[in-house]
């Protein structure tokens, strides 16, 4: 059966606002062809430390959790929040829940000053259809805000975000426009890579015919692919020969200046990492260096491993100009 509704979690995906997909992805998931939500420990585990997430702000910010209501859907919007407080004393508002956790205040993921609305878009377009829903459902108690509580490195901080009524009409008019394209079968544009290799898994036995325009495109895909592997390898050949040159040295300078570097195959050492930093360790069901990279990159340099013998040296030596001489 054909959803006659957009949710507010789907919202960011409507818009093509969330890091999670695309409008395609949801088309095709609302039609029932999308693939199978992965689902893991960590996830669940994610899931788990919502309440936990929320009864800290309780305490921290003197808000009173309430039993979740039943909001109202409005038109094409729909909604199921995370949690309810009173504010005051008296008005009633949507608490959304984030465990982010590897970001922090001021952080260019879109984090800013506790207090505010800065927060990720999607997460904010999401809070705009809970409030408009909420003021909807209870108008003679709903709050004119909805409050965004985010695990962040820091700690629980609080978001506010004021409630919007043009923006919540315009995302209203937008779920329209889009569930009309799901009962009539007209999927949106695709917007990625991803996008196009979908919409060629679900169409059978198509040739599209071109003209010139798209055969010069062809063309110079092609040509490109061959300069790129001509100039991958003209770039090998040269890093060869300044690695003959250095030899065993780290460092290639000229005129007292450096030039290059040969950087050997470093490796993270995982149990250092456990030993030393157990508080973080315990965040991963398994120790994911990717992130830890990302997010904790000081600590990640302190774990990661130089070869001690040439046995060790398992892949080809690299060679890095600066980027004042390059």
Avoid at 5 to 10: D, N, V
Avoid at 63 to 78: A, D, K, M, Y
Avoid at 273 to 284: D, Q
Wanted: hydrophobic share 40%; with cysteine.
């Amino acid at each position: 059966m054909t959803p006659n509704t957009i949710t507010a979690s789907q919202v960011p995906l409507m818009l093509g606002q969330s890091k999670w997909g695309t409008p395609l992805t949801l088309y095709y998931d609302l039609i029932g062809e999308g693939p199978p939500r992965e689902d893991n420990e960590l996830l669940a585990e994610g899931r788990a430390f919502e309440r936990t997430i929320a009864e800290i702000a309780e305490q921290k910010f003197a808000i009173g959790l309430v039993p979740t209501p039943v909001l109202q859907r409005f038109e094409n919007l729909s909604g199921h929040p995370d949690f309810a407080v009173i504010v005051d004393g008296k008005r009633h508002a949507i608490l959304e829940v984030k465990n982010t956790l590897f970001h922090d205040v001021g952080e260019e993921i879109g984090w800013g000053e506790p207090g505010t609305d800065r927060v990720p878009t999607a997460y904010w377009l999401q809070c705009q259809v809970y409030g408009n829903l909420m003021q909807r459902s209870f108008p003679d108690t709903a709050h004119d805000e909805v409050l965004l509580a985010a695990r962040l490195r820091s700690g629980v901080q609080l978001y506010r975000i004021p409630i919007d009524h043009d923006v919540f009409a315009r995302i209203n008019e937008e779920a329209g426009q889009f569930l009309d394209r799901v009962e009539s079968r007209n999927p949106p544009d695709p917007q990625t890579i991803d996008d196009f290799r979908r919409r060629w898994a679900v169409v059978d036995k198509k040739i599209a015919t071109g003209a010139s325009e798209q055969l010069e495109l062809a063309r110079s895909y092609a040509r490109l692919g061959r300069e790129i592997k001509a100039l991958e390898a003209q770039r090998e050949e040269v890093g060869m020969h300044l690695l003959g040159y250095m030899q065993d040295a780290q460092v290639l300078e000229v005129d007292g200046r450096k030039i290059a570097t040969a950087s050997v195959n470093r490796k993270f050492n995982s149990d250092k990492f456990i030993t030393l930093h157990p508080e973080i360790a315990s965040m991963f069901t398994k120790l994911d260096t990717a992130a830890i990279s990302k997010h904790y990159r000081h600590l990640y340099e302190t774990c990661m491993e130089v070869p001690e013998s040439p046995a060790q040296q398992t892949r080809v030596l690299r060679v890095s100009l600066k980027e004042e001489e390059a």
